[in-house]
């Protein structure tokens, strides 16, 4: 083709693309009769030019973007601009994990400052002990949805100020409180001088608990107008318009403060609302009386919102448990609101790899990307082409082994080994983060016999590990670097790989090009596990504690799962290696043997039963549309009719 010709086809699909936005964009919404939504979180994954994620939870809070922007929800997002993000992942010499920061240059991401009627930045103000603290409004555009991203590095605030947004989860309480300050009073401010009165959210979605003091700010605003007279009166009004996510069943992800720390930062706001500090304290801590106890931020949710929820069947069920008579008594309520179940799900437009979307394009129409969530929209699956499905996850898959095989030979480490190649090879993928519980090496605790099962010759195994520790997480950074060490022993060379620096495009690469998804937390303590999701949207079968989505997901024939069978009575290192046996049990007798099970083509037949199956099961449950559909009927809704009575 000649240049004028190619500068002919670029032109044209410029124009296409830009007719098929146009398109998206003034698309009739799916859902009718949806009040207005604020979204809050501490996190988004929206885009990797846009660092202001560390994991799962900025992931899901893109995806949650991203489906209510597909189904034409009236939402708009609330978080923080991160100048220096989470951090990038640096292994050194020793395979230990240090932590480097990048400095976010806004003219070089799709965000925009926000103006005012005049032409100039929206700034808002945020009560600060002793002073005001400054914070600039920047827009990040989600297809329809807007998320408004405050920024205090601002010449106006002193010099330890200017750090508020500076990093993400990498300081101090001090420097969370007021992180969390910003994003919740902060936050609900700038949306008041965003919109207009008549473009205000009627519910407020509080996605983790870091949000939580927005639920002040609302009752505060309740008081100066003279619509309350009292705070209780405040929060009992203001709840309805309170929704409250939780993320975690474990302690150390519940952000809780010292008395004294929250005294020092709320002396002077405690008083607009009208409480002592004890009577302040109170909203936060789980039982009143306890004056020992921290003020807790999921507590504050707790008794702030109307309608709570865990993000998988088990995970609602563990938080019931677990806070269990913390909440509120609204005479107006369900009585089985204390706390719900609404699984996560994922969005299919950006997880499915091109091969797969291509076969699914062929095979099922255009449904399967406008709305995924609609079981009707997979019944051709099940009558694909194996051939076909064969060549996409093949294609997939050795896009993923391309680049693996690049990054070990720039860090010195020689290349995958050459049995390992995309059409034999079977690629089991284990990505995110590196927290103890979780049990990374798990895999690991038998490596004579996984040496054996790697060097299978005609049925080669190859295991790629990604993922960062928290950098104040000493025994995590110790679990990437037994695993990093253990990339580099001559037995496990070129057959198992750790992944730098873990983020949305590597996650990307691996949910698409792995064959199995292998994921190993110690019930119940993983409260969903989304990547999970993603690797079987492409076709990946699922290896997994039952624990999280896999607890409600597993079917026989569609995957494995581990703990099944196992005494209930074992418990620590005794139930970690009955679980590490059975894992390599399921490997060596179950799945290798069906992977590399082929016919006269070298098609696996029988495996590639299972994935249509899987992907036929899977995909329309546990997509983030089918997730936000369950959000607006369930929860907004509900909340918006109760805000008109």
Not at 312 to 323: R, T
Not at 498 to 518: C, H, K, P, T
Not at 594 to 613: A, K, N
Not at 615 to 627: G, K, N, V
């Amino acid at each position: 083709m000649n240049e004028p010709d190619r500068l002919a086809e670029h032109a044209e699909s410029i124009v296409e693309g830009h007719s098929e936005l146009e398109l998206y964009l003034n698309r009739p919404p799916h859902l009718q009769h949806i009040p207005r939504i604020g979204y809050f979180c501490a996190e988004f994954a929206i885009a990797e030019s846009l660092p202001i994620y560390s994991g799962g939870l900025g992931v899901l809070a893109g995806d949650h973007l991203k489906a209510a922007s597909d189904l034409g929800l009236p939402l708009v997002a609330v978080g923080l601009l991160y100048r220096y993000g989470y951090f990038r992942q640096v292994i050194d010499d020793t395979g230990y994990q240090r932590e480097a920061y990048d400095r976010l240059e806004t003219d070089g991401v799709a965000v925009r400052p926000v103006l005012n009627a005049q032409g100039a930045p929206v700034v808002i103000d945020v009560p600060f002990p002793g002073r005001t603290v400054y914070a600039r409004v920047w827009v990040a555009q989600v297809g329809r949805v807007p998320l408004y991203l405050l920024d205090t590095d601002l010449a106006d605030n002193r010099e330890d100020d200017r750090w508020v947004t500076g990093h993400l989860y990498g300081g101090d309480q001090d420097t969370r409180i007021r992180q969390e300050i910003v994003l919740g009073i902060g936050g609900l401010r700038a949306l008041r001088a965003i919109l207009p009165s008549d473009a205000q959210p009627d519910v407020m979605h509080m996605n983790e608990g870091h949000s939580a003091f927005l639920s002040l700010e609302l009752a505060r605003e309740r008081l100066a107008s003279g619509a309350a007279p009292t705070f209780d009166d405040a929060v009992l009004q203001s709840a309805p318009h309170l929704a409250f996510t939780t993320h975690t069943p474990v302690a150390a992800g519940h952000d809780a403060f010292h008395s004294d720390l929250v005294e020092a930062y709320f002396s002077g706001y405690r008083q607009q609302l009208g409480l002592t500090h004890a009577e302040f304290m109170q909203y936060g801590r789980r039982d009143p009386e306890a004056t020992w106890e921290p003020f807790s931020m999921t507590v504050l949710a707790l008794r702030s919102a109307a309608r709570r929820n865990g993000v998988s069947q088990l995970h609602g069920s563990v938080s019931k448990e677990m806070w269990g008579g913390v909440g509120l008594s609204l005479q107006d309520a369900p009585p089985a609101v204390e706390m719900e179940s609404i699984t996560n799900g994922v969005h299919t437009a950006t997880w499915v790899g091109p091969d797969m979307g291509s076969l699914f394009d062929k095979q099922l129409g255009a449904g399967w990307r406008s709305q995924p969530d609609l079981p009707s929209n997979r019944k051709d699956l099940a009558r694909t082409d194996k051939g076909a499905l064969w060549s996409a996850r093949t294609a997939q898959r050795a896009r993923l082994l391309q680049r693996v095989d690049a990054m070990s030979r720039f860090e010195g480490l020689g290349g995958l080994h050459p049995d390992v190649t995309p059409e034999k090879a079977l690629v089991l993928g284990f990505a995110r983060r590196f927290a103890t519980y979780k049990r990374a090496g798990l895999v690991l605790s038998d490596p004579d016999r996984l040496v054996r099962l790697m060097d299978g010759g005609n049925r080669p195994l190859v295991i790629i590990f990604a993922g960062k520790a928290h950098p104040r997480d000493d025994p995590g950074k110790l679990l990437v670097q037994r695993i990093v060490q253990a990339s580099r022993d001559e037995r496990f060379k070129g057959r198992l790989v750790f992944l730098e620096n873990y983020d949305v495009e590597i996650a990307r690469l691996l949910v698409q090009g792995s064959d199995v998804w292998m994921n190993t937390p110690r019930r119940p303590q993983e409260a969903s596990g989304t990547s999970g999701m993603k690797a079987a949207l492409n076709g990946a079968l699922h290896l997994s504690e039952l624990d999280g989505w896999w607890d409600e997901a597993y079917l026989p024939g569609m995957g494995w799962a581990l703990g099944e069978g196992l005494p209930e009575d074992l418990v620590g290192e005794a139930h970690d290696a009955a679980e590490a046996k059975q894992l390599m049990d399921l490997l060596e007798f179950e799945i290798l043997p069906q992977f590399f099970d082929r016919d006269e083509h070298g098609v696996p037949g029988r495996w590639l039963d299972c994935v249509g199956r899987s992907i036929h099961e899977m995909a329309p449950r546990f997509s983030a549309q089918r997730m936000v559909r369950e959000y607006a009927e369930r929860f907004y809704s509900p909340a918006g009719a109760a805000v008109n009575r």
